[in-house]
């Protein structure tokens, strides 16, 4: 039976004043994959495909609640930390600790970029708050990417109005937080 393995995670805080943000948000980072896609290590041994992603994204009552959805996955075994089953309760403890030790540098890590279906209602809300919108095609789903205005401070992204632009989206679970940042440069297990 198929089921996704989260390997590792870590958890950044994007703290208020950045970039015009208004409160802490936090980005929960997953290395995680399926266990029944492989590839070949280095060494030639098989073994699970796994890469990093955005798991969870927002205030630290947004991030619990992604949580609590997801760990309902552990209950049916289809969610799995290390290959090994879990319960929600431990699932949703880990990220309460992960949260409480978030590392602070998110923009070493984390790029504010959001990947949507062309036709979502994030992408007119995206245009009202200055995005920058390209729309293109991957694998037949036309799709939208939507980067954020520079901040007033000259520093890459605005993350005040990123935050203020996907919120409504984070409260009704419309878009997988997976869709709404991206992170990179994090050590491979």
């Known amino acids: 039976m198929s089921h996704w393995i989260e390997y590792q995670a870590t958890a950044f805080v994007v703290p208020d004043g ?3 943000l208004r409160g802490d948000r936090f980005i929960v980072a997953i290395e995680g994959g399926s266990n029944n896609l492989t590839e070949r290590a280095r060494s030639g041994r098989e073994r699970c495909v796994r890469d990093w992603y955005v798991g969870m994204i927002g205030t630290a009552q947004q991030v ?9 996955d552990c209950e049916g075994m289809s969610l799995r930390i290390q290959g090994r089953a879990t319960t929600p309760e431990a699932y949703i403890r880990r990220t309460r600790r992960l949260l409480e030790g978030a590392r ?3 923009l070493r890590h984390a ?5 949507v279906p062309a036709g979502h209602p994030l ?10 919108v390209e729309l293109f095609t991957r694998y ?7 980067t954020p205005p520079a901040a007033a401070d000259g520093s890459a992204a605005d993350w005040g109005i990123h ?11 419309s878009v997988q937080p997976g869709r709404l940042c991206e992170v990179f440069g994090l050590p491979q297990s």
């Open 163 to 173: 935050f203020r632009a996907i919120e409504p989206f984070l409260q009704d679970g």
């Open 111 to 115: 790029r504010l970029v959001a990947t």
């Open 123 to 132: 992408v007119d809300r995206a245009r009202q708050f200055g995005f920058a």
């Open 104 to 106: 602070t540098d998110v």
């Open 64 to 72: 619990l609640t992604q949580t609590v959805r997801m760990a309902g």
């Open 140 to 146: 037949s789903e036309h799709l939208a990417k939507l």
């Open 18 to 20: 950045l970039g015009g």
